[in-house]
C-alpha cells in the first residue's frame, strides 16, 4: 500500500492546481446541465479549457540502504526514478580527512596525531562510513575516561573500533584447553593469509568472545580495489580454510568452530566455478610415468582424492537453480560443477595444511603471544607474523604424508 500510495504522488505531481481544476470542471459541468448552451458553435469551443499543468520543475530525489535491485521496477524505471546513483564508503585518503576532522575535536594522545599513526587507523577501517568512524573516535574518549584518563591512545580507539565491528566483549574466562583451541584457530587463519592472500594485511587478532564468535581474524586489502584476479580469490579461500586446517594438524579433528569457515568457503567455491569460470588448476605430477595412461591414471586418482576432500568439508545444505535466487545450490545441484568446486576445495584444504604442518612451531608461537594479550591490532600483528619466519611448504601430491586424514 505504501508503495502503491507513492507512486499515485509521483504520477499526480504534475497535475494542475486542484482548485483551478475543480473550478473548471465545476463550470463547465454546470454548461453542460444547462442543456442551452453547445459545447462548441464550429470550430469554436464554448467551454473553458481544462486547466494547464503546474510549471514548476519537481524533483523526486530518494534514497535507500538496501541493493536497487531488490527495489520494485514500478519506482526505478525511467521516468520515475530514472538516474541512479551508488554512494560508496570514503577511501583511505578520505578517510585520513574524517580522523583528522574529528581527532582535531578532542584531545588524543600525541601519537595518534602522528602521520604513521593516522594513516594507520585510515587502513584499519576500510569500508567505514564516516558515521562509523565518529562512532569509534567517541567511543574511544568514553573507554579513556572509564579509565580515568582525560585522552584516548591508539589502543582505546582500536578496542573502539572492534566493538562497533563485532560487538562488546563478553567477560568470561575460557578454560585452558579451550584458550589455546581457540588461538590455534585464529592463528591458522593468520598464517594462511600472511603467506598466500598476498593482497590483505591482517589487521586484528583476537580470542576475546564478541558476538557469538569466540575468536576472530581480520584482514583489509593493502590498496582499495574492485576486481581479483583467481589467484587473490585461491589465496582467500586458503585463508577461510587456515583454521580447520589447523586444528587437524594439532588436534587431528575439527571443532565446530568452522561452521562459518565451512559455509563461507562453500559459497567461494561454488561461486567461482558457477559464475566466475575459476574452476581448479590440473594437478602437476612430481614423477614421470612410462606411458601416458599411466600418468593420467595417476592424475584422475590425485583428483578424486582432492574431490573427496572438498566434499567432506563442502556445506551441502543450500538447494536451488541456476537461475533462482539461490545460484550457490544451483551450482552445488549440478553434478560436474559440485565436482569441480570439491576439487577447488580439496586444493585449497591440502595447501592450508601442508602451511600449517610444515610451520608447526611459527603457529604455536603466534598463538602462545595470543593467549597473552588476548587481542592484537594493526601493525603489531603484521610484525608478529613476519617474526616467525613463515615458509611457503613444497608438498609432493604423490606422497602419502603430505594428505591429512579427513
Not at 105 to 118: M, N, Q, S, W
Not at 290 to 301: P, V
Request: charged residues 25%.
Amino acid at each position: 500500500m505504501a508503495l502503491n500510495q507513492l507512486l499515485v504522488v509521483m504520477d499526480g505531481m504534475d497535475e494542475p492546481p486542484m482548485m483551478k481544476k475543480w473550478l473548471t470542471n465545476r463550470f463547465n459541468t454546470f454548461l453542460d446541465a444547462m442543456f442551452v448552451v453547445p459545447r462548441r458553435i464550429g470550430k469554436v469551443s464554448l467551454r473553458m479549457k481544462p486547466a494547464k499543468a503546474r510549471t514548476e520543475q519537481i524533483y523526486f530525489i530518494g534514497a535507500c540502504n538496501v541493493p536497487i535491485e531488490v527495489l520494485d521496477p514500478a519506482l526505478t524505471r525511467p521516468g520515475r526514478m530514472g538516474r541512479h546513483i551508488w554512494f560508496r564508503t570514503p577511501t583511505k585518503d578520505d578517510r585520513i580527512d574524517i580522523f583528522d576532522l574529528y581527532l582535531n575535536k578532542v584531545a588524543p594522545e600525541p601519537d595518534l596525531d602522528t602521520g604513521r599513526r593516522r594513516d594507520e587507523l585510515a587502513r584499519i577501517t576500510n569500508g567505514y562510513s564516516p558515521a562509523m568512524i565518529e562512532q569509534a573516535c567517541s567511543m574511544a574518549l568514553t573507554v579513556a575516561h572509564a579509565e580515568g584518563r582525560k585522552v584516548f591512545g591508539f589502543q582505546d580507539i582500536v578496542q573502539a573500533m572492534t566493538t562497533v565491528e563485532s560487538g562488546t566483549a563478553v567477560g568470561i574466562q575460557y578454560v585452558e584447553s579451550e584458550t589455546r583451541a581457540v588461538a590455534l584457530h585464529e592463528a591458522g587463519h593468520a598464517v594462511a593469509s600472511h603467506v598466500y592472500a598476498k593482497d590483505v594485511l591482517s589487521t586484528r587478532l583476537s580470542i576475546r568472545m564478541r558476538g557469538g564468535s569466540l575468536g576472530h581474524h581480520q584482514v583489509m586489502e593493502r590498496e582499495e580495489r574492485f576486481s581479483k584476479f583467481r589467484s587473490e580469490e585461491i589465496g582467500n579461500l586458503i585463508w577461510t580454510l587456515g583454521a580447520m586446517a589447523a586444528e587437524h594438524v594439532f588436534y587431528r579433528e575439527n571443532s565446530i568452530g568452522v561452521g562459518g569457515d565451512v559455509q563461507s568457503a562453500t559459497a567461494r567455491a561454488a561461486w567461482m566455478v558457477g559464475m566466475c569460470g575459476m574452476g581448479p588448476l590440473p594437478v602437476e605430477l612430481s614423477r614421470e610415468y612410462a606411458t601416458e595412461e599411466d600418468e593420467q591414471a595417476a592424475r584422475e586418482q590425485v583428483e578424486k582424492r582432492l574431490q573427496r576432500i572438498g566434499v567432506t568439508i563442502m556445506n551441502r545444505s543450500q538447494s536451488g537453480g541456476p537461475m533462482t535466487s539461490d545460484p550457490i545450490g544451483g551450482v552445488l545441484g549440478d553434478r560436474d560443477k559440485r565436482a569441480a568446486a570439491a576439487q577447488l576445495l580439496g586444493q585449497a584444504y591440502l595447501t592450508a595444511y601442508a602451511l600449517v604442518d610444515h610451520n608447526r612451531e611459527a603457529v604455536e608461537q603466534i598463538a602462545t603471544e595470543l593467549i597473552e594479550r588476548k587481542e592484537i591490532y594493526g601493525d603489531e600483528v603484521v610484525d608478529l607474523l613476519n617474526s616467525v619466519r613463515l615458509e611457503r611448504p613444497e608438498f609432493d601430491l604423490l606422497d602419502e604424508a603430505t594428505w591429512p586424514k579427513i
